[in-house]
């Protein structure tokens, strides 16, 4: 039973439903001990989803034990599931008669996810015993992260001429097939996209009514090239469930349902959070050491060049520093409010950009909006600081206040504008604009601050 | 006609589909010369959520006068497609008698969402002259953002007992009504939820077919109190487009479809990025500046505070920096890699915990990975680091080599290891996890880093 209305949910962890450490650790001894019986009595009512959770807690021995006894339709569902890295270790020792079963459980956009990650020797050895070796074949030309790659071929398409009846029969030919059937597409001869019918619509409909007056005509479609990520944007904007894909000569090749979608928006939700956080190569949990730590260096990389940069403005100035040392004590006020700021802005800008509520064109709209509130937030912050270092009495009071409330109020107008700019140049360049978030728009704030800061310093106590 | 499919996109901003500065423009012009019969051509084939972009890219008076123009069903349909800041000044002059047509047109969830942020006098005012007052009445008690308040109460609910024939004409009973069902629920006399039946699977049923037989029992629901961001994972997870909501006496109370969970996924991400920008508020970029300023301080209080602390750790070790003022161009190096190093391992924790991939029992685990990391990027940077000083010839090398080594090296452990630390801690404290990212992970490790550099060097200099 998946239902779970009754519990409470409070203390329940997300992704946690059926699967727990007991659970694991059960799981884990009972397999030791051969209890195929028990096991799969523990089993049956899991959730792919759910299972698919427990193959990855299991110890790698454990789990291709658990994977072997599975019947192959639930295998199947359990490998769809399951990210490239916890499959593989699932397919190694494996058949070729099994692995080709599997395979020919899943739909087709799912059977290709598992092809592509394979290696070419046994995708050589599997693909032409499939049933669907055709249309995997064409599927697996598609680059992973566009539509093509995302879109099953499995779909149910008529002619215009067909009656109501006629595309129930069509249906009820297909639903063996296809686990999920919102709506009817309706082809011309060569195959273009005329129109679709929602099931609701079909079963609502006289038996004897022609598509042809039944069909909507409006149909959001999109390109087999499209990238993965417009493509979710697409279907949330026009509440699709289910969306036609064309290729390049304007024929129908295959759809895309919301659950493929979904995955996506959460994946690119996760690599833009990465990317904000100086993390590249789409970092899971269970990657080895030496892997993450290759993903992470990059950043680190930069982070260290550009600190390298923010000291030798520090350098340059060491002889105003030598002339009041207690300058240094406000370093990290300049830093850290550069770098705050300019993220802040930096955020809104990205989010705007990628929910289509800021267009290119304004850029400038935006910067003045970002300059008036970085003269209010900075007119505000460099008072409360000045007002500490009078009443702490902190220095030479004087210079010290008149440095800092200029430094403070002059690095937050710079850093909160340059925040918001950052991401429209990268949008023009064809770059992620979301990498303006990580470690570079810090940087660079660290850089601009520190010269601002030095040189106000030095016209005021050289 | 919506089918993009034949133009190229490349080009093409995201969100930025029907409605572009040019049409913008040209609308405004036309408003403003009360050519409505113009305008009303130009909009007739947008679907409403262009419509909606139009609506916010309008100036204000333009703006209402289109929306005015709009037919009931249209401007309904507009209506749900806004944010609430972007539907406040559409209502503020429409008459009592508009706003209940326009309300009307929407399903219950779509119009609870109005109602919630009307001013209560305009709700009491409206409310009683709904058609669906009484389902209305019931969502408002919801919290917005738990299920109740993102279900609707239209749904085609049967009891067990009748057949596929007599389900059918269930559906198309409500068809009217409800723009999509997915599938039918059967419940008890009670209104318990015993099963369901996708549309697909009674359309191929034989009419005489009881629904006892043909229902799936195993159904995901979730009760009325369930946070939204929980929602959206388990459609998710479970690949679902329509979820039933129990009340807590286990009565349906309403069903939640997949494009408003869509919806929230995507408002949570951008919470989320917002949260690790320390930006408060939900800041929208049509927000005031006032609004935006206000959003922003808390974070730039806090960051204030944690710098003027570092700063404070700085001045107590005044004394070594007279010394050598040459260890103030290192202070930057020292915060960027410990604020850089934790906020990665933070955001593997923080997707980690959030995808269910790490549980709250594997924080032992994820912190010794977290250190081995630590330890190989420590010992490449600190060795970079040294032998950049050695061959720069920089100050007192041997002992500036010996100090930066290894603050190097302790910096990025400890903050790689408190970075992953933080969001497990978080969660058992029930504060979202995202919390770790902003400003508070950065300012904890230049706090640290600063006493761990100044400790070394005062042992070494001094």
């Given at each position: 039973m998946l239902a779970f209305a009754a519990t409470s949910t409070s203390d329940r962890s997300p992704?946690?439903?059926?699967?727990d450490e007991a659970m694991v650790d059960d799981i884990a001894a009972l397999v030791a001990a051969e209890d195929r019986g028990m096991v799969m009595n523990l089993l049956v009512d899991l959730h792919p989803v759910d299972l698919a959770v427990l193959m990855e807690r299991l110890p790698e021995v454990e789990a291709r034990q658990v994977f072997a006894w599975l019947p192959p339709e639930l295998a199947g569902d359990v490998l769809a599931e399951l990210d490239a890295v916890e499959r593989e270790p699932l397919l190694v020792g494996i058949s070729g008669e099994r692995l080709r079963k599997l395979i020919d459980e899943l739909d087709t956009d799912d059977a290709v996810d598992v092809l592509s990650e394979l290696p070419d020797r046994r995708v050589a050895d599997v693909l032409p015993k499939l049933e669907d070796t055709y249309d995997l074949t064409a599927l697996l030309?598609?680059?992973?992260?566009?539509a093509g790659g995302l879109m099953a071929r499995e779909f149910v398409a008529v002619p215009s001429s067909v009656t109501a009846f006629e595309a129930t029969e069509a249906v009820r030919h297909r639903a063996r097939d296809?686990?999920?059937?919102y709506s009817v597409f309706v082809l011309t001869t060569d195959g273009h996209l005329k129109g679709v019918v929602s099931l609701k619509d079909l079963m609502l409909?006289?038996?004897?009514?022609?598509l042809e007056d039944l069909m909507q005509t409006d149909v959001v479609s999109v390109p087999t090239g499209m990238d993965q990520e417009e493509v979710a944007r697409i279907m949330e904007r026009y509440d699709l469930v289910s969306l036609p894909v064309l290729d390049e000569d304007g024929v129908m090749a295959g759809r895309i349902t919301i659950d493929d979608v979904m995955r996506v928006v959460r994946t690119e939700a996760e690599e833009d959070m990465q990317l904000m956080s100086g993390v590249?190569?789409?970092?899971?949990?269970?990657?080895?050491v030496l892997r993450i730590s290759r993903g992470r260096m990059p950043w680190l990389l930069v982070g260290l060049i550009g600190a390298g940069l923010s000291g030798t403005v520090i350098g340059t100035f060491e002889a105003t520093l030598e002339q009041a040392?207690?300058?240094?004590?406000?370093i990290p006020i300049v830093t850290a409010m550069g770098g705050n700021a300019a993220v802040q802005s930096a955020a809104i800008a990205v989010q705007g950009l990628s929910s289509g509520k800021?267009?290119?064109?304004?850029l400038m709209r935006r910067m003045g909006k970002e300059m008036l509130v970085a003269i209010v937030n900075g007119i505000l912050l460099a008072t409360l600081l000045c007002l500490t270092i009078f009443f702490l009495q902190l220095g030479d009071v004087t210079r010290l206040v008149l440095t800092l409330g200029l430094t403070m109020f002059t690095v937050i107008l710079l850093a909160t504008t340059n925040g918001a700019l950052v991401p429209f140049v990268l949008k023009k360049m064809g770059?992620?604009?979301?990498?303006?978030?990580?470690?570079f728009v810090t940087t660079l704030n660290d850089i601009i601050g520190l010269t601002v800061y030095f040189i106000y310093a030095t016209a005021l106590y050289l």
């Open positions: 992704g946690l439903f059926q699967v030309t598609y680059p992973e992260q566009s296809i686990d999920e059937i409909s006289p038996a004897d009514m022609p590249s190569g789409a970092e899971q949990p269970g990657d080895s040392v207690v300058l240094a004590a406000f800021l267009w290119p064109g304004d770059i992620d604009p979301a990498s303006a978030m990580g470690p």
